[in-house]
């Protein structure tokens, strides 16, 4: 991969690196109940999967009646990081993908997720490929803005010393592919057919140049892309 198209690739981490959105609201739902809102787990992945929890409040004050408190949200980040400690698996073929593209750019390669940055460690420690990201692991809770704002992908872009229109970004959500494209990098949309991934048109809709199911394609079509594009 000499030729290698793309100066730095970005990946988003929930539902790109691992198979964390399940677990994660499977808890929230749990709490959501316990507050007397009757959402299914289906439900909550249609509303929350790609967003952030804290970005939710409004809703979830509206549709409980309750006040969230700082301690509600300590709760569910301890209850959703021993759940993910606990069954947390990576997207099948993601490990040896991102260890073919830190390979192939020099390390050049950073996770930038709409979640805390706890929880982000936590996860690429679980399924053993933290030491790619050591100190490149951004979060959008410590931005400005999170997704759907580009915030965290510049910020990753600018660690990196390159520019976000060199870098390819993997997303899998409509939220975060939003944020991938305002950035004005080449986002790729993994989109398998299973729930808590947005659908392969959703994604084109918002500007996906390239959608695919299956991880393990994800270092070849990075590096082909040149030739698809001329």
């Not at 439900?43 to 804290?54: L, N, Q, R, S, Y």
């Amino acid at each position: 991969m000499t030729d290698f198209p793309f100066d730095a690739v970005l990946f988003d981490c929930d539902g790109v690196l691992v198979d964390s959105e399940p677990i994660t609201s499977r808890v929230l739902t749990d709490m959501l109940n316990e507050l007397g809102w009757d959402i299914t787990h289906a439900e909550t992945m249609d509303i929350f999967t790609g967003k952030a929890v804290k970005d939710e409040l409004p809703l979830i004050e509206a549709r409980t009646g309750a006040t969230i408190t700082p301690d509600w949200f300590v709760q569910f980040r301890q209850r959703r990081n021993d759940a993910l400690d606990r069954d947390l698996l990576e997207i099948p073929g993601a490990p040896d993908a991102v260890r073919a593209l830190h390979q192939a750019l020099d390390g050049r390669i950073a996770v930038a997720s709409g979640a805390d940055r706890r929880k982000v460690e936590l996860q690429l420690a679980k399924v053993g490929i933290a030491d790619c990201f050591e100190g490149r692991i951004f979060s959008g809770h410590e931005m400005p803005r999170s997704k759907p704002f580009p915030d965290v992908y510049l910020a990753a872009a600018q660690a990196l010393g390159v520019d976000p229109r060199r870098c390819a970004i993997v997303e899998d959500t409509v939220t975060g592919a939003t944020a991938g494209v305002a950035a004005g990098a080449t986002v790729f949309g993994y989109s398998p057919d299973n729930l808590g991934h947005s659908g392969a048109q959703a994604l084109r809709n918002v500007g996906v140049s390239q959608v695919f199911t299956d991880m393990r394609q994800l270092p070849a079509l990075l590096a082909g892309w040149q030739v698809q594009a001329a």
